[in-house]
């Protein structure tokens, strides 16, 4: 009797250590809050210049994220009031960061407001989107340097 006891709470103990697979990993929401971006030149992502210059507009939007971890997808939606974009890039933000690989993901040139897209990222690119380490910038043809940005971090 003793050993069926052994080997029924032995078993219980092997089946209780088992790793459960909770299934696909969760996706992560970001979120940036955008205002007026740099009116005279693209910023110098790689020195860690402030993303949070004036060029005096009164736009402002807002840009949300879902980062699925399992496809390395990031949808992106812009939100603003009365952009007229020609384009937007994730750009990096990191003082620290050497190389000139992943310091741009450009996000497209189809607008629609609500504009959105969908961009696979490298695994580089993966780790500084999980540090907040990059912010989103809108172009218009009034202000090729940037109409809007800011940085996008985890919510």
């Known amino acids: 009797m003793k050993k069926y006891l052994f080997l029924i709470a032995s078993l219980f103990v ?3 250590c088992e790793k459960e697979n909770d299934g696909p ?18 910023p110098k ?3 860690g210049t402030s993303t ?18 399992d496809s390395n997808y990031l949808k992106l939606r812009l939100k603003d009031d009365m952009l007229k974009p020609v384009n937007w890039h994730l ?3 990191d003082p620290d960061y050497v190389g000139e690989e992943n310091l741009v993901v450009d996000l497209g040139r189809d607008f629609t407001n609500p504009l959105g897209t969908k961009v696979r990222l490298t ?12 912010y989103v910038e809108a172009y218009s043809d009034e202000y090729p340097g ?10």
């Not at 007026?36 to 693209?42: H, P």
């Not at 009164?58 to 971890?69: C, I, L």
């Not at 695994?123 to 990059?134: C, H, S, T, V």
Request: glycine share 14%; hydrophobic share 30%; charged share 15%.
């Open 14 to 16: 092997a089946t209780g």
């Open 25 to 42: 990993t969760p996706q992560q929401l970001y979120l940036a809050y955008l205002t007026g971006g740099d009116l005279t030149s693209k």
């Open 45 to 47: 992502t790689s020195t």
């Open 52 to 69: 949070s210059s004036n060029n005096g507009t009164a736009t402002s939007g807002t840009a949300e994220g879902v980062y699925d971890p």
């Open 91 to 93: 750009i990096l933000n």
């Open 123 to 134: 695994e580089a690119q993966e780790k500084a989107l999980m540090k907040g380490k990059y």
């Open 146 to 155: 940037g109409v809007i940005r800011g940085q996008l971090v985890p919510r």
